[in-house]
């Protein structure tokens, strides 16, 4: 087994493979502002994806998350929309599974420049047949739909990097 990590490592640092928060660094640099525009239609849902964001800049991009006035990068987001729709029925006709898609619509601000992006994440869940969408599950379903918007993201400006080497 040891074998088998230490080869595994040697192939990767031969091959010149990197991390993708490595080519994300290049593009957002070392620090990082967030800022989430509130929903007035949705403020819950606002302070949801905050979190999710905010934890994406500090272990998906690996920078140092900052005030708006000492960030290289600042990343300002609005929530597009947020959807649930129905995807399996039971026997009698009841939803048994929802997809939440959540959209995010990111503007990026690095040394003057503004570049816009879209991300959206998806997330299926099970409820019980017959029932409503608890609050709990819908603000887990949210969570993880924008914790996969942020990591469509992170593959975007990674992308980003790799092409500006």
Not at 14 to 39: D, M
Not at 62 to 83: C, D, F, M, Q, Y
Request: glycine share 6%; charged share 20%; with cysteine.
């Amino acid at each position: 087994m040891k074998y088998w990590i230490l080869s595994t490592l040697i192939f990767f640092a031969g091959c010149g493979y990197q991390p993708a928060s490595h080519y994300a660094k290049n593009i957002l640099g070392e620090s990082v502002s967030t800022e989430v525009v509130i929903s007035m239609e949705d403020p819950q849902n606002t302070v949801i994806i905050k979190d999710a964001v905010d934890t994406a800049v500090l272990t998906k991009f690996r920078t140092s998350l900052v005030p708006k006035n000492e960030a290289s990068t600042h990343l300002k987001i609005s929530i597009g929309s947020v959807l649930f729709t129905p995807l399996r029925y039971d026997t009698n006709g009841y939803v048994i599974t929802y997809r939440t898609t959540v959209t995010m619509l990111i503007s990026r601000t690095t040394g003057g420049k503004i570049t816009n992006h879209s991300a959206h994440g998806t997330y299926d869940f099970d409820i019980e047949p017959n029932a409503i969408i608890s609050d709990q599950a819908r603000f887990e379903a949210i969570r993880q739909g924008a914790q996969k918007g942020i990591d469509a993201f992170v593959a975007q400006i990674a992308a980003l990097g790799v092409n500006s080497k």
